[in-house]
């Protein structure tokens, strides 16, 4: 079970609003992890699902709003990557108890446990379970300003947190500004070093499948948190994403994305700009003009886990364009 104090270590993060939601969520919200799975569902619970993507290929989509007392578990979605001769998996989740389920259906999926682990960031909702797979004794991927984050969090609060542990000890590999590619047997993983979302985002491509799994530079059908974003950052690598060759994109939060996904949630960040230009040449601060932003209609419903969102976005825009 996910204990209260995993929970509020996770809380520090991206995707806090989604326990805010279960409270009060629309029907919206309540049916955003409700989209049919694209592949077979190798597994259900309470909080995610696994869909198989190809032979080999695994995505966890978390489904946080089911609602229940195990329902943030995993919290953030993640994978499961095979080849013949290594297992890589994607995120640390909310819970220990989230990492080491998915570490088990790792080795009922592949016959393996994880012998990699990819932290695409720091935040809490994927990294605060990593210790989870310490069981399995796996390689962690991640980036040298991910691991100083969780270690400067650790120092401004003053808690102990077993990410920044593990990846304090030897089984730590950190990618620095050039790609990592790790052959697993006959699949050849890219491990891509991106920003936007925070400073230091780690994206994984597959080229055969052709899949992406996007940490959280991508939500599908969720307004993006920008509270650690460099806006123009998160457009550009976003854009990058959609530049790889692939038929399926694995956000962050949300429901397995295609091509029409990423090009709406684009769309959705460029429309932000848009606005946030104009209240920066109209001098109106973002917190005022947050007021009156909504997203175009055209672009569908895109679900706001809290009241600050827009201001956050339009805010984290005001800065750089002040800057
Ligand atoms: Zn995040």
């Given at each position: 079970?996910?204990?209260?104090r995993?929970?509020l ?5 991206c ?106 960031h ?19 991927l ?10 400067r ?21 950190l ?37 992406v ?7 599908n ?26 038929d ?31 209240a ?44």
């Open positions: 079970m996910t204990t209260r995993q929970f270590a996770a809380a520090g993060s995707a806090v609003h989604v326990a805010i939601a279960l409270a009060d969520g629309t029907r919206a919200t309540r049916s955003l992890y409700a989209a049919v799975p694209r592949g077979p569902v190798a597994a259900r619970e309470p909080w995610g699902r696994i869909e198989r993507l190809a032979e080999g290929a695994w995505a966890l989509i978390s489904t946080p709003l089911a609602g229940g007392k195990d329902a943030m578990r995993t919290f953030s979605n993640g994978g499961i990557i095979a080849g013949r001769d290594g297992v890589l998996v994607v995120e640390g989740f909310a819970s220990e108890e989230g990492a080491a389920w998915l570490a088990g259906q790792a080795r009922e999926l592949t016959g393996r446990a994880p012998d990699w682990v990819v932290l695409t720091y935040h809490g909702d994927h990294s605060t379970g990593l210790s989870g797979y310490e069981a399995a004794r796996p390689l962690y991640t980036t040298e300003v991910t691991r100083e984050e969780l270690e969090r650790i120092a401004d609060r003053g808690e102990l947190s077993p990410a920044a542990a593990v990846l304090a000890g030897g089984r730590a590999r990618v620095d500004s050039a790609e990592t590619t790790l052959d697993l047997g006959g699949r050849r993983v890219r491990v891509v070093p991106r920003s936007g979302h925070t400073r230091s985002d780690l994206a994984i491509v597959l080229e055969d499948p052709r899949l799994w996007c940490g959280d530079l991508v939500w059908g969720l307004f993006p948190n920008y509270v650690d974003a460099t806006p123009s950052d998160l457009s550009r690598h976003v854009r990058a994403l959609l530049d790889e060759p692939a399926h994109w694995v956000p962050g939060h949300g429901s397995l994305a295609d091509r029409a996904a990423v090009v709406s949630y684009l769309e959705l960040l460029d429309d932000v700009e848009a606005a946030a230009r104009k920066v040449e109209a001098g109106i601060p973002a917190a005022d003009a947050a007021r009156g932003y909504r997203p175009p209609a055209e672009l569908g419903e895109w679900v706001l886990f809290g009241d600050r969102y827009y201001a956050v976005a339009l805010g984290a825009w005001e800065r750089e364009l002040q800057r």
